[in-house]
C-alpha cells in the first residue's frame, strides 16, 4: 500500500505542477488534490526536495520502461540501418509527446527551479533519454566518438520535444515525418559515424 500511495503522490505531483505551476508544488496541496488525510505527502516525503528526487526518479523509470517497450526486435550481429532508427525514435518521440505531456511540461520547469543543486539537476536532465543507451547505439553505429555524438543526438531529441510541447509548434498536429527528418539527417551524417562494414562471414 505505501508504494502504492507514493506513487499517487508522485503522479499527483506531476500534474500539480503541469496544471498549477511549480510554486503550487506543496504538501498541503497535494494532499488537497488527492483527498489525502492532512500529512500524508509529508509522511511520504519529509522534504520539497525528496518530492522532486521521486518526481525525477519516477519520469526515468517510465522513460526506461516506455524506451525498452518500444524497441524493435533486430538480427543479432547486424549494425543499426540509421534511416530505421531515426523512424522508430521519431515514433517513440511522437508516443512520448502524446501521453506524456505533463511530464514534459513537470520536467521542464523543474529542471529551472533546480539549476543551483547540480546532483538533482542532472538527474532531471537525464529522465528523459539516456545517454548510455545513446552512446551505445553510435558505437554500434561506428561513430569515431560515440559519447560526444551520444551528447549532440540528445540535444536534439531535447529541442524536438520541446519544439512540441512548448516551442513553435505546440498544440500542431502530431507529425512523426516531421520529427524523423532532422533525427535522419543527423544520424547518417558522415561527421557523425563511419559506417559499419557488413559482415563478411
Known sequence: MS?????????GAIELIATRGVRALTHRALDTQLALPPGS?????????????????????????????????????????PTQVARDVADWLDHLLAHRRHELIARHALIIEV?????????????????DRASELFAALGAAEPRTSAHDFLALLEG?????????????????????RPLADFLTSGRNYRPCQPNSE
Do not use: N
Request: aromatic share 8%.
Open 3 to 11: 508504494t502504492d500511495r507514493r506513487d499517487q503522490i508522485v503522479v
Open 41 to 81: 505527502t509529508s509522511y511520504y516525503f519529509r522534504t520539497r526536495q525528496a518530492l522532486i528526487e521521486a518526481v525525477a526518479e519516477g519520469i526515468t523509470a517510465r522513460s526506461r520502461a516506455d524506451f525498452v517497450a518500444a524497441q524493435p526486435d533486430s538480427p543479432p550481429g547486424r549494425p543499426p540501418d
Open 115 to 131: 539549476m543551483s543543486d547540480p546532483p538533482l539537476h542532472a538527474r532531471l536532465a537525464g529522465s528523459l533519454f539516456s545517454l
Open 160 to 180: 524536438l520535444v520541446f519544439d512540441r510541447f512548448a516551442g513553435l509548434r505546440a498544440g500542431a498536429t502530431g507529425d512523426i515525418d516531421q520529427l524523423a
